[in-house]
């Protein structure tokens, strides 16, 4: 039985409804807990997957919002709208991930030992918006490294390889021992180092070692947590250090088409018609409907797709003079038919390079990746 609290927050987008099938699927053992940071202002499609996901997980996921906006009887995003007198969330200011996602998932976290299961995949380079409280440690399970910045940083640390070499005799022989731990004992030197001199040479070791072998790569660093403060160091044992697994975007799209849940359906890729073209435009992420990270296109096909929710983002900006979701654009600016045009246009000559290009397309067509929109923090 697991000592440690496991959760996996869903944001309603591709990457963490992957997550958990993936998860269910192949670790039925772990008793995971899932939950839903509601902002009050998601798509409906939102809500449908999240009822789809239910039905395959048998489980409920657990919906949370502040107790503020509970008490004022108001949806989370208009609540702390008028807190912050009128200010948009911006990325400068970026209050909606605070107080809509990441304050919630702490209080229902509280202070019990958390093991928090983040969806980014093998193919992206980010950590993603993660809680720094103390008892909360984030795992990757799509990543050949499934560990954080944090515990790298601690593992890999000229400091610690005294204790990682003694660790690793349990797991090699001979020759195969006397090369792992030459690479143990590749000094970082990171001192008096600029930050991204520091991330690519341990970068450089972190790959070394887990091309010598991940598994023993992981039982190391769980061995190495043993002794010091982290959730996972309470477990006995931990089935994804046997795990091999790197799941990248096709990856991603396979497990939901093959399941009873299926692509969230603002990824489905809708026509359009520019200059005696056709193009193709679809929403990228998850999240509010009026998410300032959004792409003008995006934009363009919550307008053509969503016209009442597009006047409801366009009258928040004309509530205060000056504030827009898109810098230095007002959405009523945006839905001009000469400037819808010019950016359809752009889009499907981004679209053509690429295509020429040789790259690889998905339902979500866009230049996507979830790694700025407030529902990244969980995916």
């Avoid at 996921?61 to 009887?73: F, M, N, T």
């Avoid at 989370?76 to 996602?101: E, I, Q, V």
């Avoid at 991204?196 to 190391?220: G, I």
Wanted: hydrophobic share 35%; net charge negative; charged share 30%.
């Amino acid at each position: 039985m697991s000592r440690a609290r496991h959760v996996l927050g869903i944001s309603g987008g591709k990457d963490s409804a992957a997550l958990a099938i993936h998860i269910r699927t192949k670790y039925p053992e772990l008793d995971i807990e899932y939950y839903f940071c509601d902002t009050g202002k998601e798509l409906d499609e939102t809500y449908a997957l999240i009822e789809r996901l239910e039905g395959f997980l048998g489980k409920s996921i657990v919906r949370l919002e502040s107790q503020e906006s509970k008490d004022a009887s108001k949806n989370p995003f208009d609540f702390y709208y008028n807190a912050y007198r009128g200010y948009l969330p911006s990325n400068m200011a970026r209050w909606c991930t605070k107080k809509m996602k990441l304050e919630p998932f702490e209080k229902y976290v509280g202070s019990v030992p958390t093991v928090s299961y983040v969806g980014i995949r093998g193919d992206e380079d980010r950590e993603g918006y993660i809680s720094t409280k103390p008892n909360i440690q984030s795992i990757f399970p799509f990543r050949r490294n499934i560990w954080s910045e944090e515990i790298i940083k601690a593992a890999l640390a000229d400091e610690s390889r005294e204790e990682v070499k003694e660790l690793y005799t349990s797991h090699f022989q001979g020759l195969n021992l006397d090369r792992v731990l030459s690479l143990v004992d590749k000094p970082l030197n990171l001192q008096n180092r600029n930050p991204e001199f520091n991330k690519r040479v341990t970068m450089e070791k972190l790959n070394d070692l887990l091309d010598r072998d991940v598994v023993s790569f992981n039982q190391v660093v769980f061995q190495f947590l043993k002794s010091r403060n982290y959730p996972l160091s309470i477990e006995e044992d931990y089935p994804l250090l046997y795990d091999n697994d790197v799941l990248v975007r096709d990856d991603i799209f396979d497990l939901l088409r093959k399941s009873d849940v299926g692509v969230p359906a603002y990824y489905e890729k809708l026509d359009y018609k520019v200059n005696g073209e056709v193009g193709q435009y679809a929403r990228s992420r998850s999240g509010c409907y009026f998410c300032f990270f959004q792409q003008k296109i995006e934009w363009v096909w919550l307008y053509e797709q969503h016209p009442d929710l597009f006047t409801q983002a366009m009258e928040y900006e004309n509530e205060k003079e000056g504030f827009t979701w898109n810098q230095n654009e007002p959405l009523s600016d945006l839905i001009h038919p000469t400037r819808i045009e010019g950016i359809k246009e752009e889009h499907l000559n981004r679209m053509n390079r690429k295509k020429s290009e040789g790259s690889k397309f998905l339902i979500d067509i866009l230049d996507d990746t979830e790694s700025e929109g407030c529902a990244a923090c969980f995916i």
